[in-house]
Structures are given as structure tokens and as C-alpha cells.
């Protein structure tokens, strides 16, 4: 188990939900405003911000680009997910963005979804957007009313010339696009009548949207409050990639004081499935599925990507990892890739991906500087995977000192948690989720 210690507060991104900016956007998948606020203070406690670098190489909504931005700090982060860097990008670019202009568009907003929702004479106007072909699901995602709704606010968006203001509408409407639509977030995306939900036959979409954007205006009003008060504003970038693109992004080497990062676990949680409604309404994502999330660049990738290959192996030497594996390989093997054999090719792609990140990272970080990434341990077929500790001992082989594992969080949950008891009550092995932060330093 994860060495106990104090200092860090609960990593949950519940917490955020009513922080300035991190509250712009809910997601299932992050962690705490306090936690990075805490990992700030711990690792880099020193005086001359503006030349230091904070890096998210699993940007997500952008928990920790915000905190260090906030902190004068110089911030950097990747994210494949198009909606979830589209939501980056838009919080720490939100000191350029004039309030002003804002201000007028929300109040214009109004106006045009009023005119053409509600007023007899324009009502009966057809919107110029369609939904998009690429999102399906068991049901459809807005019944005809809202999507009417849904398609006029498309219109307005596709008319507004300034990019930033475009974003920030955009944000807006995939931000509420499922509070009004069939479906829920229970955590993950499901559809409203498997969890005891009325449909939503009717919703006002305008006002929805324009209440989000007015709590994302006074948010934007704060920062730049608190940006006045610094004698220069950092430096942001979001690069929609994945971390390993770095080495051909990036011309700068050994930069980063911190990194503060969670990457996806190792449960086979499908992390585009919540954003399938964004992806394809706003126009981030083409064809069907998850292709507009790129889930095939995704760390560790997903167990239906790679349960059917041939038998994957680890790519660099680790005896004991290796043990595990073939331990999972042999679990089960009349289910074929459903089994054991299938398992295990997540596991091996899971690691790889693993040593290629710590690899990224030796070449990212000064010397001296602090990793902090947060991890949970895994049961694949009824066997418990320390990812945390694996993951240390993977970054010691590619030349990081593994310093501590901190545990955060005792017991958690996790839909993908194969043949335990999490899961099931029969079965033979009896085990907690937990939730650690892996301290590594070059």
C-alpha cells in the first residue's frame, strides 16, 4: 500500500466545482484546485515565478494550468481531447479576452435565441445548423424542441467573428449540452431512463447558456483583477497533442520545475465517452464513434483497442512486471481476448506507454525538478496491479529518482474493476481501490 503522509488535501475535482474558472466545465476525470494548490507550495515555494514552468502533460480541463497561471507561474499543458483542450486553452487565455465585448455578445445572445425561440413571426425560421451524423447512441440526444434550440444557438456561435468569443460560447453550450439533453452524467454518460430519469421534452436552451457565460464573465472580470496585481502576466499553452509528441513540439529541453498530472489509470476507462455529445456538436470530431478524441493516441490506449492483437510485450526489461503480466496471460484463457489474453495486452501497452512517458519526462524536466503524478492501483481478473509503484520503479529505469508514494485516498471506485470484490462479493480476492501521488524528481 501507498506510504501514508500529511500535507496534501483530497485530490477529487468535486471540489472544484465552485472555484473561479475550474467551475466553467464539470468532468468525471481530474483532480482538485487544493491538491495543486498544495503540490505548489510544497515543491515550488520559491520567489521568482516568472521563470518557472508548470507542465500538465494530461491537461484535461486544465486544473493545474489554472493554479500555477494563478501563481504567476509559467504554465504548459497537452491534451488530445479536443473539448477538454478547447477548455484549457479558453480558462488560462481568459486574461486577453475583452469583457467588455463579451458582455455585449451575451446581451446579444439573449436577444437572438428570444427573437428566434419565442417570437411568433421568427419562430418558424429553420436554423441553418444540423446535427451532426457522428453521435449515436440508444436514444437521441435532444428531443425535437431542444435540439431546435440547440442548432439556433449553433447559428449564433458560427457568427461571431472573434475567435476567443467563439470558444468561450462554445465552452458554454458543451458545458450545460447535457443537463438539457436525454442523457446524464452518473458519473459517466448514460442515458436518463436507465437511471429512473425523465426525458427533457423542453429546456430553455438560451438562458442556460447565457447564465453559464455570465458566471464565466465575472470569472474572467476576477482574473484579470488578479493578473493587474502582477508585474507581468505568464505565459499559457495548451498544445492539443500528446505528451509524446514533446520532443518534436518543443525546441526547449530540461525547463519544467513541475509537473502536476494524472494520467488516465489503469481501469479501462473509455475517458471520451463523456465527451461524445461535445465532440460532435460542436464540431470537434468527424465520422462516427471517438474518432475525434484520437483514442487510439491515448496513454495506455483501451483494452477493446488492443484485446484482440497478438501478444504484446513489454518493451523495455522489468522481471517482476513481466511476472504479472504472464500471470494475467494465462487467467481465463477460453475467453479468448475477453480473458486473460486480452487483459494482458492492456497491461503491456499500459506500461510501454509508461516508460515512453518517463522517458518524455527526464528530457522535460530541470534537474532537480518535481514530478507529481497522481495514480490508483488497478484488479484486472482478480489480480491487484500497484500502478503506482510500477509506475515509480519504470520512471528509476529511465533515470528519475522514485522518491515517495503519498497515499491521498483510501478506497474508490471504478466501473472497469475486473472479478474483485469491488465488484462482486464472492470473489476470492479482497482488496481496496486506492489513490497515491508518486513524487519523482531528476
Same mark, same amino acid.
Given at each position: 500500500?501507498a506510504?501514508? =503522509?500529511n500535507?496534501f488535501r483530497?485530490?477529487?475535482f468535486?471540489?472544484?466545482r465552485?472555484a473561479?474558472? !475550474?467551475r466553467?466545465?464539470p468532468?468525471v476525470?481530474?483532480?482538485?484546485a487544493?491538491?495543486?494548490?498544495?503540490?505548489l507550495?510544497?515543491?515550488?515555494?520559491g520567489?521568482?515565478p516568472?521563470?518557472?514552468?508548470?507542465?500538465d502533460?494530461?491537461a484535461?480541463?486544465? =486544473?493545474?494550468?489554472?493554479?500555477? &497561471?494563478?501563481?504567476g507561474?509559467?504554465?504548459?499543458g497537452f491534451e488530445?481531447?479536443? &473539448?477538454?483542450?478547447l477548455a484549457?486553452?479558453?480558462?488560462?487565455? @481568459?486574461?486577453?479576452?475583452?469583457?467588455?465585448?463579451?458582455?455585449?455578445?451575451i446581451?446579444?445572445f439573449?436577444?437572438?435565441m428570444a427573437? #428566434?425561440?419565442?417570437? !411568433?413571426?421568427?419562430c418558424?425560421?429553420?436554423?441553418?445548423?444540423?446535427?451532426?451524423?457522428?453521435?449515436?447512441?440508444?436514444i437521441r440526444?435532444?428531443n425535437?424542441?431542444v435540439?431546435?434550440?440547440?442548432?439556433y444557438a449553433?447559428?449564433?456561435i458560427?457568427?461571431?467573428?472573434d475567435?476567443?468569443?467563439?470558444d468561450?460560447f462554445?465552452?458554454?453550450?458543451g458545458? /450545460?449540452m447535457?443537463?438539457?439533453?436525454? &442523457?446524464?452524467?452518473?458519473?459517466?454518460?448514460?442515458r436518463r431512463?436507465?437511471?429512473?430519469?425523465p426525458?427533457?421534452?423542453d429546456?430553455p436552451?438560451?438562458?442556460v447558456?447565457?447564465t453559464?457565460?455570465k458566471? #464565466?464573465?465575472?470569472?474572467?472580470?476576477w482574473?484579470q483583477?488578479? #493578473?493587474?496585481a502582477m508585474?507581468?502576466?505568464?505565459?499559457?499553452r /495548451?498544445?492539443p497533442?500528446?505528451?509524446f509528441?514533446?520532443?518534436?513540439r518543443?525546441k526547449?529541453k530540461?525547463?519544467?520545475d513541475?509537473v502536476?498530472?494524472?494520467p488516465?489509470y489503469?481501469n479501462?476507462? !473509455?475517458y471520451?465517452?463523456? =465527451?461524445?455529445?461535445q465532440? !460532435?456538436?460542436?464540431?470537434?470530431?468527424?465520422g =462516427?464513434g471517438?474518432h475525434g478524441a484520437?483514442e487510439?493516441?491515448s496513454?495506455?490506449?483501451f %483494452?477493446?483497442?488492443?484485446?484482440?492483437?497478438?501478444?504484446i510485450?513489454l518493451?523495455f526489461?522489468?522481471?517482476?512486471?513481466e511476472?504479472?503480466? @504472464?500471470t494475467?496471460?494465462?487467467?481465463?484463457?477460453?475467453?479468448?481476448?475477453y480473458g486473460?489474453?486480452? %487483459?494482458?495486452?492492456?497491461?503491456?501497452?499500459?506500461f510501454?506507454?509508461t516508460h515512453?512517458?518517463?522517458?518524455?519526462?527526464?528530457?522535460?524536466l530541470r534537474?532537480g525538478?518535481?514530478?507529481?503524478?497522481?495514480?490508483?492501483?488497478?484488479?484486472i481478473q482478480?489480480?491487484?496491479?500497484?500502478?503506482?509503484q &510500477?509506475f515509480?520503479?519504470i520512471a528509476?529505469?529511465?533515470g528519475?529518482s522514485f522518491?515517495?508514494?503519498?497515499?491521498l485516498?483510501k478506497?474508490?471506485?471504478?466501473?472497469s474493476?475486473?472479478?474483485?470484490?469491488v465488484?462482486?462479493?464472492? @470473489?476470492?480476492?479482497?482488496t481496496?481501490?486506492?489513490e497515491s501521488?508518486?513524487?519523482l524528481?531528476?
Amino acid at each position: 500500500m501507498a506510504k501514508r =503522509t500529511n500535507g496534501f488535501r483530497d485530490p477529487a475535482f468535486t471540489k472544484n466545482r465552485e472555484a473561479p474558472l !475550474h467551475r466553467w466545465v464539470p468532468w468525471v476525470a481530474g483532480f482538485s484546485a487544493q491538491f495543486v494548490q498544495d503540490c505548489l507550495n510544497k515543491y515550488l515555494p520559491g520567489t521568482a515565478p516568472n521563470s518557472q514552468w508548470v507542465l500538465d502533460p494530461f491537461a484535461g480541463v486544465g =486544473t493545474t494550468l489554472v493554479e500555477g &497561471y494563478l501563481r504567476g507561474l509559467n504554465v504548459l499543458g497537452f491534451e488530445i481531447n479536443p &473539448y477538454a483542450a478547447l477548455a484549457a486553452q479558453s480558462k488560462v487565455g @481568459a486574461n486577453e479576452v475583452s469583457a467588455s465585448l463579451l458582455s455585449r455578445k451575451i446581451r446579444a445572445f439573449e436577444s437572438y435565441m428570444a427573437r #428566434m425561440c419565442e417570437n !411568433h413571426a421568427t419562430c418558424g425560421k429553420n436554423p441553418k445548423s444540423q446535427a451532426p451524423n457522428g453521435f449515436s447512441g440508444r436514444i437521441r440526444l435532444f428531443n425535437p424542441k431542444v435540439e431546435r434550440k440547440v442548432l439556433y444557438a449553433l447559428d449564433f456561435i458560427s457568427n461571431l467573428e472573434d475567435r476567443r468569443m467563439r470558444d468561450l460560447f462554445r465552452l458554454s453550450l458543451g458545458s /450545460v449540452m447535457v443537463s438539457v439533453s436525454n &442523457y446524464s452524467y452518473e458519473p459517466s454518460l448514460t442515458r436518463r431512463s436507465a437511471v429512473g430519469k425523465p426525458p427533457i421534452e423542453d429546456a430553455p436552451v438560451g438562458e442556460v447558456v447565457a447564465t453559464k457565460l455570465k458566471l #464565466m464573465l465575472e470569472d474572467i472580470e476576477w482574473l484579470q483583477d488578479e #493578473m493587474r496585481a502582477m508585474p507581468r502576466a505568464p505565459r499559457a499553452r /495548451v498544445i492539443p497533442e500528446s505528451i509524446f509528441s514533446a520532443p518534436e513540439r518543443l525546441k526547449a529541453k530540461e525547463f519544467v520545475d513541475l509537473v502536476v498530472t494524472s494520467p488516465p489509470y489503469l481501469n479501462n476507462y !473509455h475517458y471520451p465517452r463523456n =465527451t461524445r455529445p461535445q465532440l !460532435h456538436w460542436l464540431g470537434l470530431a468527424s465520422g =462516427t464513434g471517438y474518432h475525434g478524441a484520437r483514442e487510439n493516441e491515448s496513454f495506455g490506449k483501451f %483494452w477493446q483497442t488492443v484485446r484482440s492483437c497478438a501478444p504484446i510485450k513489454l518493451s523495455f526489461i522489468f522481471p517482476g512486471l513481466e511476472e504479472v503480466i @504472464a500471470t494475467i496471460r494465462g487467467l481465463n484463457k477460453e475467453e479468448g481476448a475477453y480473458g486473460g489474453p486480452g %487483459w494482458a495486452n492492456y497491461l503491456a501497452t499500459y506500461f510501454n506507454d509508461t516508460h515512453r512517458f518517463c522517458q518524455a519526462l527526464t528530457q522535460l524536466l530541470r534537474p532537480g525538478g518535481v514530478a507529481a503524478i497522481v495514480l490508483g492501483n488497478s484488479i484486472i481478473q482478480g489480480v491487484e496491479v500497484r500502478t503506482d509503484q &510500477y509506475f515509480g520503479q519504470i520512471a528509476a529505469l529511465c533515470g528519475l529518482s522514485f522518491e515517495d508514494s503519498i497515499l491521498l485516498r483510501k478506497k474508490r471506485t471504478g466501473s472497469s474493476i475486473i472479478r474483485s470484490s469491488v465488484r462482486v462479493d464472492k @470473489a476470492s480476492l479482497k482488496t481496496d481501490l486506492y489513490e497515491s501521488a508518486i513524487i519523482l524528481r531528476k
